[in-house]
Structure formats: structure tokens, C-alpha cells
């Protein structure tokens, strides 16, 4: 089990935080206590954890979207509190678990939004803003829908676009924070087969929030588990995804199985930690 | 396809609003207590000895700099045509740029509050500006072209108060407006204090007729107070349509996107507090026109800035100039402010709005 800290690297390229500490307000206890993590590069990386463990925070942190209370974020080789917004946003996509478009915005004006960061002042969009909506909106998979309002498409659509909308920013770094949350399973593989497909084909860097753990060892290179603004375990899912870890992380007694082929892991929970249920006998 | 479809709603709406300011003009122009037919208004209207590049500049840039232009003596103009170009007319100029500045400055409200409910009126904007105008009309008399810069502080103070009362780990739409109410019943009250003290009966009445948003007696004078700040505001709203769509996305996701959210929305309310203050200046406090306008806008060519704001830029003019017209003509020859008939059937049409949908305030 591979649960000591990482060591605070400053590498070349690659995206690591060093002793980060984040908290919401002044009086409020932290959020994130003095935790390092390096993002392996051109991998898909899953932030695990109980609720209030404080994945979406280490998420937000980490996309710079919170205010440090202590320690560093180095993206390539450079603090990213030394760059610009924009130059920021040129490099990583954050998508938020909530979001709500503007009665009537059609999704090819979501995706083209996504250009933001690549426009100067009082700039018209150029045949590149074009291009990298067409493809956003190719890979993705929903160009026929582009004329159509955000607000009357499926939850499913809806994500999809949302996600077309950080692909046309043109990012090496894509965060999103629980996009699986509110889909159906079908919608649940379609959101995830998608971030593979960026992730094998365009080699980008995926960080996400998740809660299902059978999507997380299914589709995520590395884990991080935490509990209480700390990390517990990281590694591989083979590394981390065993009983005693979700044990001290979920407070939760599950079984690990795989299927036939070997390549997949699951986890079956049944039950919680010290609950009298027949089950945790087995 | 739908956006093709919105921007023919965009064109139909801009093709009416023009037809309606232009009939409710030529009322405005024809109409009144010196009866003329409407050739003879017409005639006025296209008086050759007016369309002229030496008369112009005086009207727009008044008769000093034309004096120091040496421009050549003004031609005789006869009654019906001075009644026209200098009382009736300038009037109805002035109610097109208020509607203008009023409508914009409602939109950019609107997109960076995140609420439909958003006005200069509801945000204590208009009141703290006409508290600045008043306090400059009666104690401290100042030169009228500096009306418009106390009305933008006075604007600015009003909006930064109502924006740190609502503040509480962010804003919603009810605590802005609680917030816009609380201040702009603290400027209504020292407005009508202002009155007790002022000296005179005339300063009061004139006070009085302002506070209920007027454009009787606008002029040229006023017409040139708020040119330069209704084309400032118009291009300054036109140019950042990008920034005020972005922003209706949340501020997380701007953010996420590269924006400067607290500056951007710090700069473009300035740019609303500069169209609305300076048109409180000239007009005094107009309600519901700048609720109004970009409401009815929205809903027929989209929340897309740049649709939204060139379709208000239309009909916020065609609204007030038509008020306008009701307040002068419908008691005839009594002219009650405009800011009353605005407020009574905006209201109303507010009534409408609450009570057809249940869910009102977020964008």
C-alpha cells in the first residue's frame, strides 16, 4: 500500500502542489491540511473520498480557483500564482459539478465562451476560435446539437456540452469536478468514454472528482483517497482499492472482485464499519 | 435554425421601436398649446434655413463655441419653426437619449448581478444619484455640465453601499434589491428633507417635478449635458457584449475561463452608473424603464448581449418618447413628469410579471 507523502517535487512539467493548506474563511478549520500531490502527466487522475473529505476543494485548489493559506502550486516548472488569468486558463479547463446556462444560449454559444481565454480585447473570434469549437464540438459528439438551447437538452447532453465548452479552451490540463454525479449509468459511461478518448487520443491531463468507485477503478490511472483534508492512499487502483483502505477512508466493509478477464476491479460495499449485518461476516 | 430566428426578432423589433419613436416625435413636435397642422409641422421639421451646418453646430455644441468659431449669425426663423427646433423638438432628443441610457445601463445591471430584477432604480443607483443632483441644485449651486459627474458620484456611493449590505459570502437577487430599497428609501428621505430647507417656493416645485422624473422643460442645454456620456456609455456597452455573456455563466465558470470577474464587473458597472447617473441629471428619477426595457428585449431576441443590448438601445428610446407624450398631451394643458406615467403602468407591468411566474430573479 502506497500511503506515504509525496515527496515535493518541483519537475519540469506536470502539475504538483506542495504542504497545501486551503481553508473557506479566517475563523473556519482547514479544508485541505498541509497536503503535496503530483498530477501524473498525460494520465487520468481520481480525487476519492468521503463527503467533506475535501476532494472538490484539493480539485478547486489545484485549478486555482481558492486562495492559498500556505504552500505552492507548480505547474511546469512555474508557480501559478505567477501567472496570468488568462495565461492560466490557456493551460487548465476546470468544469464545476453545478452549472447553469442563460435561458435560451444554443450550445455552439456555450462552446464558443470556452474561447474567452484566446481572444484579445474587442477581438472578433478568428477561423482558430472555428476550428477549436468545431472540434470541441466533434469530439464530444454533439454537432447536431449545436443550434439547440443548453436548457432543453438531457442531463447527459447538458454535461457533454459543458465539457465541449473546456475542450474549445484548448487545455493540457482538464479538471472536472463530480460530471457524473447527476447521469444515468448510460450517460455515466458516455461522460467517462469521452475523458478517455481525450485522455488516450489527445494525450490530456484529466483530474476528477468522483464518487462511484467502480467508474474510478475503471477508468482512472492513478487515486488519490482522502478523508478529513488529508491524503490516505494514492496509487494505482490496484494499489489502493482494497479493503483496508476503504475501510480507513469510507468507514465502509466492501469486497473486491474482478471480472473474468482481470482487467476490471469492483468494489461491493456491504456495509459500514462495526454495523451488524450478515454480510460483513462473510 | 434559432439563431437566425432570433436575429429577425432582433430586425422586427428595431424596425418598430423606430416607427414608433418616429410617430410618437412627429406627435410630440406637432402637438401642443401653439396648434399647427401637420404639413405645417412637417414644413418646420424640414425648414431649410434650419439644415444647415452653422445652426447645427450651435444647437449641438451651444452658442458659445460657435461664437468662437465665428460662425455666421443665426437666419430668422419664423414662429412655428423656433417653436419645433427649440422647445419641442430638444425635448424629444433628450427623452431618446434617457431611454437610451436607462435601457443599457438596466442590461449591463441585469448581466452582472445575475438578476432580472436589477435596475439603476431598484439598486439605489437613480436615488443616490438624484440625492448627489438635488444636493447640488439646492445647496451648493455648481455649473450645469458638472450635474452629470455629482450624479455619477452620488450613483457610485449609492450602488457600493446597496452591493456592501447585500454582501454576505456573495449576493442573491432579493438581498441586492432589500438591499437597493433600503438605501433608495434613506436618498428619497433626505431628498424631501432638502426641500424643507431649500428657500425658495420655485426651487421646491422645480425639486419636486424632478424628483418624479421629468423632461419638461429639456432643451438643447440638456440635450448637449448628455450626448458625450449616452455615446460613452453605448460604445463602452456595445464593445464588451463578450464580458457580460462569459458573466452570466456564474463567476466560477468566468473565472475558470480566464476572467477577472471583480474587475470586469467593477468596470462595467461603472458603465451603468455612468449611463443612468447622467440621465438622472437631465431627467431626474425615471423608474421601471430600465427593469422594463431589457425584459421585454430579452424575451423576444434572447440573453445574448449583443442582441439585447442594440435591440434596448431601440426600444428603450421608443418607450420613454412615447411616455413622454402621454405626459405631456394627456392632460393638456397640464404636463404631469413622465418618471408617473412610466411608474404607474411599469408597475403594472411588473404586476404581470410576478404574478405569471412563479420563479423570479436569477438570470
Partial sequence: MNCKPHPAVTTESGLCGVRVSVRYDRDLPLIIDGQSIAIPVGKITALIGPNGSGKSTLLKTLARQLTLESGQIV??????????????????????QENVAPAGLTVEDLVYHGRYGHRRLFESF???????????????????????????????????????????????????????TFLDPAHQFEVMDLLRKLNREL???????????????????????????????????????????????????????????????????????????????? | MPTAHRRHALAGLIACSLVVAA?????????????????????????????????????L??????????????????????????????????GVMVGANLAVSGSIFQAITRNELASPYLLGVSSGAGLAVLLALTVCPVFAAFLPLAAMLGGTVAFLMVYAIAWHHGTSPVRLVLAGVIIGAIAGALQTMLFFLAKDLSTVQNALSWTAGSLTGTGWQQVRLIVPWTLASVVL?????????????????????????????????????MAASSAVAVSG??????????????????????????????????????????????????????????????????????????????L
Wanted: include cysteine; hydrophobic fraction near 50%.
Fill in chain 2, 285 to 362: 428619477l425615471i423608474g421601471f424603464v430600465g427593469l422594463i426595457v431589457p425584459h421585454i428585449v430579452r424575451t423576444m431576441v434572447g440573453s445574448a448581449h449583443r442582441h439585447l443590448l442594440l435591440g434596448c438601445l431601440f426600444a428603450g428610446p421608443a418607450l420613454l418618447v412615447v411616455a413622454d407624450v402621454a405626459a405631456r398631451l394627456a392632460f393638456a394643458p397640464v404636463q404631469i413628469p413622465v418618471g408617473i406615467v412610466t411608474g404607474v403602468f411599469g408597475g403594472g407591468f411588473f404586476l404581470y410579471l410576478m404574478r405569471r411566474r412563479r420563479e423570479l430573479g436569477k
Fill in chain 1, 203 to 282: 494525450g490530456k491531463t484529466i483530474v476528477l472528482v468522483v464518487h462511484d468507485l467502480n467508474l474510478a477503478a475503471r477508468y482512472s490511472d492513478s487515486l488519490f483517497a482522502l478523508r478529513e483534508g488529508r491524503i490516505i492512499a494514492s496509487g494505482s487502483p490496484d494499489d489502493v482499492l482494497d479493503a483496508a483502505t476503504l475501510r480507513r477512508v469510507f468507514d465502509i466493509e466492501a469486497r473486491i472482485l474482478r471480472d473474468e478477464s482481470g482487467r476490471f476491479l469492483f468494489c461491493l460495499p456491504v456495509g459500514r464499519v462495526g454495523a451488524a449485518s450478515p454480510e460483513t461476516s462473510l
Fill in chain 2, 23 to 59: 410617430l410618437a416625435a412627429f406627435m410630440q413636435v406637432m402637438l401642443g398649446s401653439y396648434e399647427m397642422t401637420w404639413h405645417r409641422a412637417w414644413a418646420a421639421l424640414t425648414d431649410p434655413n434650419v439644415w444647415q451646418p452653422s445652426v447645427w453646430v450651435r444647437l
Fill in chain 1, 75 to 96: 505547474l511546469d516548472g512555474r508557480d501559478i500564482a505567477t501567472l496570468t488569468r488568462l495565461q492560466f486558463a490557456r493551460r487548465v479547463g476546470i468544469l464545476f
Fill in chain 2, 61 to 94: 455644441c451651444g452658442e458659445a463655441t460657435a461664437g468662437m468659431l465665428h460662425l455666421p449669425e443665426a437666419p430668422a426663423l419664423d414662429t412655428a419653426t423656433l417653436i419645433v427646433w427649440n422647445v419641442r423638438l430638444p425635448r424629444v432628443l433628450a
Fill in chain 1, 126 to 180: 478568428t477561423a482558430e476560435d472555428q476550428a477549436a469549437v468545431e472540434s470541441a464540438l466533434l469530439l464530444a459528439d454533439i454537432a447536431h446539437l449545436r443550434h439547440l438551447p443548453v436548457g432543453q437538452l438531457s442531463a447527459g447532453q447538458r454535461q457533454l456540452a459543458w465539457i465541449a465548452m473546456a475542450l474549445a479552451q484548448e487545455t493540457q490540463y482538464l479538471f472536472l469536478d463530480e460530471p457524473t
Fill in chain 2, 237 to 273: 456597452g456595445l464593445s464588451s457584449t463578450r464580458y457580460l455573456d462569459v458573466l452570466l455563466l456564474g463567476d466560477p465558470a468566468a473565472s475558470a475561463l480566464g476572467m477577472n470577474v471583480e474587475r470586469v464587473r467593477f468596470l462595467l458597472a461603472a458603465t451603468a452608473i
